[in-house]
């Protein structure tokens, strides 16, 4: 996944900003004096792999320009207990008033690369690949898509016109595999590919003699998707999705499968503990 822009970026943040201000500060406006300057570091309060750093200091700079932020862990690091994530160092309110935002947006990219890593480790020795999913959080989807790659996944379909999946209710409208897939060859960009999901073996084969690029096994049963890897021989990509747990994404890898795709590195990732402190 390429680096998040300033351009994509900004606008998250400014929301994110404003939501938490609100019409004022009133604490740190009058319990801290415009002229306190401070210090402060970000650790972990938990073992965690680091995702969002550069979030968390585009948070500081938007707030106060002038703030020293120094990054001391980067983005995929495996951090411990007590080790230190980020310095920033300047006016005390800057600081006070950007701490929220900037450890909202660290904890949840962090949580979320530390369960995919989980989920990744599971997969060793197999030659399956990790998937994300659209599953995220309205607004988002950028900084959660890009904790999961930074956990060693990889990004499904950022939006709808990444590429195409005929799911179940598309199948059901379009009347059948065959007539969704054929209206797509026709008038499909030739770039794009075709995934098909199928929830049991005759369904596979017939996404598989319609065309399709990609096959999801959809909710299949361990059993089902070694057949289905078996009857499709290569002929088309396929995709395991549905019950993707810690305790079962090896054993599903271990199928033959391509890919695994699971929201639940995204919404069942539960956040970093971590803490903003100053220096007295």
Do not use: Y
């Amino acid at each position: 996944m390429a680096p998040i822009h300033a351009i994509q970026l900004t606008p998250m943040i400014t929301r994110a900003l404003e939501e938490d201000w609100g019409f004022g500060d009133w604490t740190t406006d009058i319990c801290v004096a415009a002229t306190t300057q401070a210090k402060a570091r970000i650790i972990a309060k938990e073992p965690t792999v680091v995702a969002g750093v550069e979030v968390a200091a585009a948070v500081f700079n938007l707030v106060d320009p002038s703030l020293k932020v120094t990054l001391r862990a980067q983005n995929g690091d495996q951090l411990n207990r007590g080790d230190l994530i980020i310095e920033i160092s300047g006016a005390a309110r800057s600081l006070l008033k950007a701490e929220r935002v900037a450890l909202n947006f660290l904890g949840r990219m962090c949580g979320i690369a530390t369960l995919t890593r989980e989920f990744v480790k599971q997969l060793a020795g197999t030659k399956a690949q990790l998937l994300d999913t659209r599953k995220t959080t309205p607004g988002m989807r950028l900084l959660e898509k890009s904790a999961t790659v930074i956990g060693g996944a990889r990004n499904h379909r950022m939006c709808l016109t990444d590429g195409v999946i005929v799911k179940e209710n598309h199948i059901r409208a379009a009347g059948g595999i065959s007539a969704a897939v054929s209206r797509l060859l026709e008038s499909l960009p030739p770039t794009l590919k075709i995934e098909v999901e199928t929830t049991n073996l005759s369904e596979v084969q017939e996404a598989l003699d319609a065309g399709a690029d990609l096959i999801m096994l959809d909710n299949m049963s361990v059993a089902e998707m070694a057949l289905a890897v078996r009857t499709v021989r290569g002929r088309a990509l396929l995709e395991a999705s549905g019950n993707v747990r810690l305790d079962t994404v090896r054993e599903i890898a271990q199928t033959g499968v391509n890919f695994i795709s699971t929201g639940a590195i995204i919404h069942s990732a539960r956040w970093s503990d971590l803490s903003l402190l100053f220096d007295v």
